[in-house]
Structure formats: C-alpha cells, structure tokens
C-alpha cells in the first residue's frame, strides 16, 4: 500500500489539511517543529488503517462524530 495524500478533513487541530506525497519516494520524512501536530497526523494514519478506537482522544476541536480522514 502507498499513500500519496493525506487529507484531515476534521481531526485534532486539523481542519481540512492536506499532506501530499511524492509519488516515486519510497521513505518520507515529516520535519516540523515541536507541538505542530506530528503525534495527531500519526493518529489520524493509523485510525485510517486500523480504525478508529474506542477511547478517541484526539477530539479537542472537533466532536468525535464528526472526525474524518481521507
């Protein structure tokens, strides 16, 4: 599997931000600065793959029903 985009729609402190991909890297790396939002990206990945899970914590913004990642 490859990911070429991320989009938060309503996730964390996100609100309709992309993370786009290059197409033909096989490693990328994400370098922001410190509270920038790196842990709630890596969430917002994983309950994508995995699902989301029942104790959801990244809801300080947006309610938990409206949550989506794309």
Do not use: C
Not at 25 to 53: D, F, K, R
């Amino acid at each position: 599997m490859k990911f070429t985009r991320l989009h938060l729609l309503a996730y964390g402190q996100f609100t309709n931000y992309n993370l786009t991909f290059g197409d033909n890297a096989w490693l990328h790396v994400i370098y922001v600065p410190n509270e920038a939002g790196q842990s709630t990206t890596l969430h917002a990945l994983t309950s994508v793959l995995y699902g989301y899970s029942s104790d959801f914590q990244d809801d300080f913004l947006h309610r938990p029903a409206d949550v989506a990642v794309a």
